[in-house]
């Protein structure tokens, strides 16, 4: 019995020890731009509206873009983690207008949070301090959602988990030592979002329903241990 659980241990030992990881921790900036997207739906009033949206992200503005993500890097260099961005979204003046809104945006935050897999290949060019990688996750957008309805005595102001959203990465790391490393890549999200508009007394809430496409260049820090 006493052989059986010893061959058990080191056999334990031996799959902890290939399954090992790596664990990094990346934060970025970047510019981001948002697609023209369609939205339609109901405002609290009963108004029906439908229009395309030609959305701006101005990242450089404050709340500014950025993100972050925790890697699980394996041996074989497949990396499992989670990453959360700050996206944002805002209508411009033409289309609040033509919507009867005074506001429409996701300013402090279309954050959009994944569950990603990655994949890097270290060695790759003659220059071994260079890593391409790429990757994707699936998980929710989670806006902050800031809707003013002309008219409107109440206003729309906060945290809302308005639908299913994905993720894709593209990039190349620099390594400026065993732990520290630089970066710069490419993102794209796509969400679907239906955002609740509270009304006023008397008015069942509205529904508005738009799908979002971010693309962003980002620059980065990461740290390994």
């Known amino acids: 019995m006493m052989k059986v659980t010893n061959s058990a241990l080191a056999a334990l030992l031996m799959m902890a020890g290939q399954a090992s990881a790596e664990l ?13 997207s369609s939205i339609s739906g109901t405002l609290p009033d ?11 992200g101005q990242p ?10 925790a890697m699980w890097w394996t041996q074989n260099n497949l990396g499992f983690g989670i990453e959360a961005t700050h996206t944002k979204a805002y209508a411009p003046d033409a289309d609040r207008a033509a ?16 569950a990603n897999i990655m994949k890097r290949w270290p060695g790759a060019f003659k220059q071994a301090r260079f890593t391409p990688y790429v990757g994707g996750g699936v998980g929710l957008a989670i806006p902050h959602v800031d809707i003013e309805v002309s008219g409107a005595s109440n206003r729309t102001f906060g ?11 593209a990039g190349l790391k620099y390594d400026l030592n065993e732990d520290w490393a630089l970066f ?9 979002n239906e955002v609740t508009v509270d009304p006023d007394p008397g008015q069942a809430a509205g529904k508005l329903n738009t799908e979002l496409v971010t693309h ?8 390994s241990f």
């Open 159 to 169: 945290y809302e988990v308005t639908g299913p959203a994905v993720r894709g990465i």
């Open 216 to 223: 962003a260049v980002n620059i980065g820090i990461s740290y």
């Open 60 to 69: 450089f503005e404050s709340p500014f873009y950025y993100g972050g993500r």
């Open 99 to 114: 919507l009867g809104v005074n506001r429409l945006e996701f300013s402090d935050g279309h954050n959009i949070v994944t």
């Open 46 to 56: 009963g108004t029906s509206v439908s229009r395309n949206v030609d959305w701006e």
């Open 184 to 192: 710069g890549e490419y993102q794209i999200t796509w969400s679907d």
């Open 24 to 36: 990094e921790l990346s934060f970025y900036l970047g510019a981001q731009s948002v697609q023209e």
